[in-house]
């Protein structure tokens, strides 16, 4: 193995940190990863929050396998293959009434994109292209691309790119800490739905195309939707003839314990993104469940012309599409999209275990995802949970922290003894943090 990490210019990663001490990993199975030398360490965030079947499962890797040797590659544009179609019918079996219609990408920031596009374009094509706005939430993240930047509400990431997109505002965030240590969905904070009419006051409804938030926030550290409040949001979004967008890129494909967050708070979006779980993280693929009132407003005009004009080369590529029947087959025979709700009771009572351990200011959790907040150190924000983040990693541990909250989200398949594992490596690594 090439020595030099000098060349590659790492992704969200403190290079010059990585680069004096790098963490490497180079083969994983089931809720592991091994070191080049074979170190196992478990992974308690399934990758990144995608491999929610564990690694390795052979229903994936032998569907991308044959694929690659059928047909490694199909133009999308005017052609199709099989296995998109495929795809597309089994995904929408699974998705809420009404989410009929699916367009591929390749990432979850693709998909974001592909749906603002498709918010502004139906609100067009229905003779309402005054509708420019897009209304996104403080906290939010929906990828790095400028449409997901500009709609994101996560400071780091916006501050060094321009102007962004234009005529976007942004509603409240949902973290209140008089919900502190809530288990599930907080009591308090229904009414910060309401932020919406504010912003209808301001702009008038008549300009605003659509609102994106994730029902769980996992990038700003696992933020809960208030009892309620999605609801709430959905009922002044049709108010007002707002399409509502979730981005389900992390919630999506069992996360909470359902197949789906739009499943598990029965509300149903005009659109909803997805990534990660489609394939298991094994090949990169994004996708936009829409509305089949929205595909509908599409098809009007001359039958030979394109009614979207949006499309990337990589869109339904055959490795992907191969990859994510495979998913769906494995997720299938190990019902993992519905397992989320039966460890969810441990995995609470775990992640809850934390409470007393020094500078634990906050918990939440939801499924098998969990967030343990910590003070940060005066002056040195973040620095206290990645140096927790260290320390588990030393012991054999991949956790993940975003600012000083440790995000937790393992492979659906997790055991008993797993969940011992973690919460007794990251309860140590707090006490050496202290
Ligand atoms: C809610 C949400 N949207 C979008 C994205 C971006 O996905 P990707 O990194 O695949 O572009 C993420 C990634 O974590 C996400 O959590």
Known sequence: MSKNLDAYWMPFTANRQFKQAPRLISRADGMHFWTPDNRQVLDSIAGLWCVNAGHARPKIVEAIRQQASEMDFAPPFNMGHPKQFELAERLVKLTPPGLDKVFY????????????????????????????????RERGYHGVNFGGISVGGMVANRKMFGTLLAGVD????????????????????????????????????????????????????????????????RSICDKHGILLIFDEVI????????????????????????????????????????????????????????????????????????????TLDTYAD??????????????????????????????RNMGLVGGIELAPIPGEPGKRAFSVFLDCWEKGLLIRTTGDTIALSPPLIIE???????????SDALKRAA
């Open 251 to 326: 919630t999506g494909f069992g996360r909470l314990g359902s197949p789906f967050a739009a499943t598990h708070f029965n509300v149903t979006p005009d659109l909803m993104t997805v990534a990660k779980g489609l394939t298991n993280g094994s090949v990169p693929m994004g996708a936009v469940f829409a509305h089949q009132k929205i595909y509908d407003a599409f098809m009007n005009g001359p039958e030979h012309m394109i009614e979207f004009f949006h499309g990337y080369t990589y869109s339904g590529h055959p490795l992907a599409c191969a990859a994510a029947l495979g």
């Open 416 to 426: 008993n003894k797993h969940i011992d594992q973690i919460i007794g490596t990251v």
């Open 105 to 136: 990408a390749n990432s979850g920031s693709e998909a974001v994109e592909t749906a603002l596009k498709m918010a502004l374009a139906y609100h067009r094509a229905r003779g309402e292209g005054q509708r420019t706005r897009l209304i996104g």
């Open 170 to 233: 942004h509603i409240r965030h949902t973290h209140d800490p008089r919900n502190a240590f809530s288990k599930g969905q907080p009591e308090h904070g229904a009414e910060l739905a309401d932020d919406l009419e504010r912003l209808v006051a301001l702009h008038d409804a008549s300009t605003i195309a659509a609102v994106i938030v994730e029902p769980v926030a996992g990038s700003t550290g696992v933020l809960l939707p208030p009892k309620g409040y999605l609801e709430r949001l």
């Open 334 to 363: 190990d019902g993992l999209l519905t397992r989320g709700s039966k460890m969810a009771a441990t995995f609470e009572n775990a992640v809850h275990s934390l409470k007393d351990m020094p500078n634990v200011v906050d918990i």
